[in-house]
T-cell receptor, first 114, second 112 residues
């Protein structure tokens, strides 16, 4: 596609439910990042995928968070047993191999846990 | 570990002013640097990407400079407009496979 696509754009869920957030990177982009941004805060790194390499999961805040990337393309971020502190905007970014080309971000998914 | 500082944290100006936003970073071993803008509640929009071998990059009313050795970048906005109101973020890009490090950004408000 022309850009990084994230779905849904908004998600309201009840505390304790599981949610799945989807990211469709730009075709051919091998690097994919997930970040989250709580209200009024900066961007917090969650996880990084590069091609077929093992992902860098060092930013995941707890074992309730997991992510996968199928076929080197679409990525899904799953949050189990959601808590109110999980409410944030979740952003996905992708890039071609290496850093020479910069990164393109999606519009994000706004998650609200009630 | 890379740290990014952006000054000022916030800026309010009347329409038409020329602006300078400053970014400094601690690890100068970067490949390039990217400037983004973020509108409230939205994702990040890429503005400019400066390669480490370049000193400047221009797009319309925006001009970004990079002094890699001193760990500084400047974003110059000419003839500011209310539509420029947003938070501006600079991101130094280190080797592939490392987390993008963000500063807190500069929040710009341009009044008509």
């Amino acid at each position: 596609g022309a850009g990084v696509s994230q779905s849904p754009s908004n998600k309201v869920t009840e505390k304790g439910k599981d949610v799945e957030l989807r990211c469709d990177p730009i075709s051919g982009h091998t690097a994919l990042y997930w970040y989250r941004q709580s209200l009024g805060q900066g961007l917090e790194f969650l996880i990084y995928f590069q091609g077929n390499s093992a992902p860098d999961k060092s930013g995941l805040p707890s074992d309730r968070f997991s992510a996968e990337r199928t076929g080197g393309s679409v990525s899904t971020l799953t949050i189990q047993r959601t808590q109110q502190e999980d409410s944030a905007v979740y952003l996905c970014a992708s890039s071609p191999t290496g850093v020479a080309y910069g990164y393109t971000f999606g519009s994000g998914t706004r998650l609200t846990v009630v | 570990k890379q740290e990014v500082t952006q000054i000022p944290a916030a800026l309010s100006v009347p329409e038409g002013e020329n602006l300078v936003l400053n970014c400094s970073f601690t690890d100068s071993a970067i490949y390039n640097l990217q400037w983004f803008r973020q509108d409230p509640g939205k994702g990040l929009t890429s503005l400019l990407l400066i390669q480490s071998s370049q000193r400047e990059q221009t797009s319309g009313r925006l001009n970004a400079s990079l002094d890699k050795s001193s760990g500084r970048s400047t974003l110059y906005i000419a003839a500011s407009q209310p539509g420029d109101s947003a938070t501006y973020l600079c991101v130094p890009l280190n080797q592939a496979g490392t987390a993008l490090i963000f500063g807190k950004g500069t929040t710009l408000s341009v009044s008509s």
